[in-house]
């Protein structure tokens, strides 16, 4: 299956998804923000199927996130959440460099289900 970056400053949240995601056979490797996430991605080269993550954490929020992980790793698939209004209109500038915003809350099966379609996508278009 996929190996997926998880980024949350929630443990909670980390863990649910974790979880779940691990359930269909992904290998998920978890940062706690977004210069955390960064460093995961350098040490693995970028070498990730999808980066998962939160839009609004401490230190480096999601957008600015996605914004360095798509000048470094331009293949690199990005899929954000957030439970705010505000932060899912600032994402709306971002449509070109991100796959989809899952608005909080949402259930198990809604975030397996954007994951499994994000990777479909994307082995379907290579």
Do not use: C, W
């Amino acid at each position: 299956m996929a190996k997926i970056l998880l980024v949350d400053d929630e443990e909670p949240v980390r863990g649910f998804l974790k979880r779940g995601l691990e359930l269909d056979g992904h290998q998920v490797a978890t940062a706690v923000d977004g210069s955390d996430a960064l460093e995961r991605l350098t040490e693995e080269a970028g070498a990730f199927d999808l980066m998962l993550t939160d839009i609004r954490m401490p230190i480096m929020d999601g957008i600015a996130l996605a914004l360095a992980a798509k000048r470094d790793f331009p293949d690199l698939p990005i899929l954000l959440m957030t439970g705010y209004a505000d932060q899912r209109e600032r994402a709306k500038n971002l449509e070109v460099i991100i796959e989809d915003v899952l608005t909080k809350p949402f259930s198990l099966a809604e975030a397996r289900a954007a994951v499994s379609r994000v990777l479909e996508a994307r082995r379907s278009a290579a």
